[in-house]
């Protein structure tokens, strides 16, 4: 008697509640049409993403997870809600923790008009960055009279808006900025450095970041600083995220960000709401 031929095994797929169609999970690969962007996060596909097996909607799978209502720091009096599209008739909304628009899924205060890139509401609570030996707070505003800092990582100017800082030594950076590791300097063009230059460029430990001319009520402070020999992980290293799941994302340079799909982890700026 021969082997019975097994029935072929059905596709798993699921849905979202902002699509009609159902979804596969598959490992986005580079050959594929990334024409679309992700509705979440209004970035292109990238690692796991949920795939319509309809049409080419398309979400990432940290954006398929996120929860529909959160708890967070930056706003303590209510609860946010996920919005799949923005609540205003323009179609676009404010992002009250980086200050840009958006147009894709954002979390959504209804009594308070606030409103959160779901990226932004998943910043971690502090990390650490190559430029500074200290840990790095996420700070919900500028702690400067004039509401406004400039970035000790790009030197660039900042709002009053969400950055992440070290109050102990008055060191101010973008959310973009700590979250990606500064640049390797090229080698100086230098003749007592030729030996040195022919055998690569000049390891990260060599790379300084400097503290540019202050603005208005910021300290008058000047320090370099010597990046760690073995590079930093950009993100506060946490004993419960051993089996975090690692969302990655190309804007500008590769942002990381330690998401888990329990509730378990500690260093989370956002906390899934229940009653």
Same mark, same amino acid.
């Given at each position: 008697?021969?082997? $019975?031929? !097994? ?8 849905t979202?509640?902002s ?8 490992? &986005?690969?580079?050959?594929?049409n990334s024409a679309?962007?992700?509705p979440?996060? !209004? ?5 796991? $993403?949920? !795939?319509?097996?309809?049409?080419h /909607?398309?979400?990432?799978k940290?954006?398929?997870e996120?929860?529909?209502? $959160?708890t967070?720091?930056? &706003? ?12 205003y008739?323009?179609g676009?909304?404010?992002? +009250? ?13 209804k009594?308070?008009?606030?409103d959160l890139? $779901?990226?932004?509401a998943?910043?971690?609570? !502090?990390?650490? &960055? ?15 009279? +004039? ?12 709002? +009053? &808006?969400?950055?992440?800082?070290c109050?102990s030594?008055?060191? +101010? ?29 000049m ?6 970041c400097?503290?540019?001319a202050p603005?208005?009520n ?10 760690a ?5 950009? /993100? ?8 975090a799941?690692?969302?990655? /994302?190309?804007?500008?340079?590769l ?21």
């Open positions: 008697m021969g082997k $019975i031929a !097994s029935e072929p095994q059905k596709e798993t797929t699921t979202h509640f699509h009609p169609h159902p979804l596969k999970l598959i490992n &986005h690969q580079p050959t594929l679309a962007s992700c979440g996060c !209004s970035l292109k596909p990238s690692g796991m $993403i949920y !795939s319509c097996t309809t049409c /909607f398309f979400l990432h940290k954006c398929f996120m929860p529909k209502k $959160i967070h720091p930056f &706003h303590k009096e209510h609860a946010f809600t996920l919005l799949t599209e923005p609540a008739a323009e676009l909304f404010n992002c +009250d923790a980086c200050g840009e628009t958006g147009n894709g899924f954002s979390y959504h205060c009594p308070c008009g606030i890139h $779901i990226l932004c998943a910043m971690p609570l !502090s990390l650490t &960055h190559a430029c500074h030996a200290h840990v790095l707070a996420l700070t919900f505003g500028s702690p400067y009279g +004039d509401k406004a800092f400039v970035c000790d990582i790009c030197k660039g100017p900042g709002s +009053d &808006h969400w950055l992440y800082r109050s030594c008055g060191f +101010d950076a973008h959310l973009n900025c700590a979250r990606r590791a500064p640049p390797v300097q090229p080698p100086v063009q230098n003749p007592n450095f030729m030996a040195f230059q022919s055998q690569g460029p390891p990260q430990q060599a790379a300084t400097f503290r540019s603005w208005p910021q300290p008058q402070v000047v320090r370099p600083q010597f990046a020999a073995t590079p930093q992980p950009n /993100f506060m290293p946490n004993p419960m995220m051993n089996n799941a690692v969302w990655c /994302f190309q804007q500008e340079a942002l990381c960000l330690p998401l888990e799909s329990t509730e378990t982890a500690t260093n989370l700026s956002f906390r899934p709401f229940s009653k």
